[in-house]
């Protein structure tokens, strides 16, 4: 059974840091696409951040860009999103995805909050 367990939220002031992890379970995940997405209230979820577990290729929202960080541990099967500078508007619950498109299969973690006050 795939699990995608996510922690690290919490409250934060404007222009602090967070560390976001999302271990992975279940199954082996070297051809997948990990990534973040976050949804805040009375909005849609968006994309964050992405990694290929294979080659290493990132991605970023334009909104994180120069701001978050995401990396994975192989070692550990996890993957970590520094959040620096945070603002208010990256308040929003974030959840973990896993992309296994190639094998049509796609996983959702069941989300952190965090919480960036102005």
């Known amino acids: 059974q795939v699990q995608l367990v996510e922690s690290g939220g919490g409250l934060v002031q404007t222009g602090g840091s967070l560390r976001l992890s999302c271990v992975a379970s279940?199954?082996?995940?070297?051809?997948?696409?990990m990534g973040w997405f976050r949804q805040a209230p009375g909005k849609e979820r968006e994309f964050v951040a992405a990694?290929?577990?294979?080659?290493?290729?990132?991605l970023y929202a334009d909104s994180v860009k120069g701001r978050f960080t995401i990396s994975t541990d192989n070692a550990k099967n996890t993957v970590y999103l520094q959040m620096n500078s945070l603002k208010p508007e990256d308040t929003a619950v974030y959840y973990c995805n896993a992309d296994g498109r190639s094998l049509g299969v796609n996983y959702w973690g069941k989300g952190t909050l965090v919480t960036v006050s102005s």
């Open positions: 990694i290929s577990w294979s080659s290493g290729n990132i």
């Open positions: 279940g199954r082996t995940f070297s051809s997948y696409a």
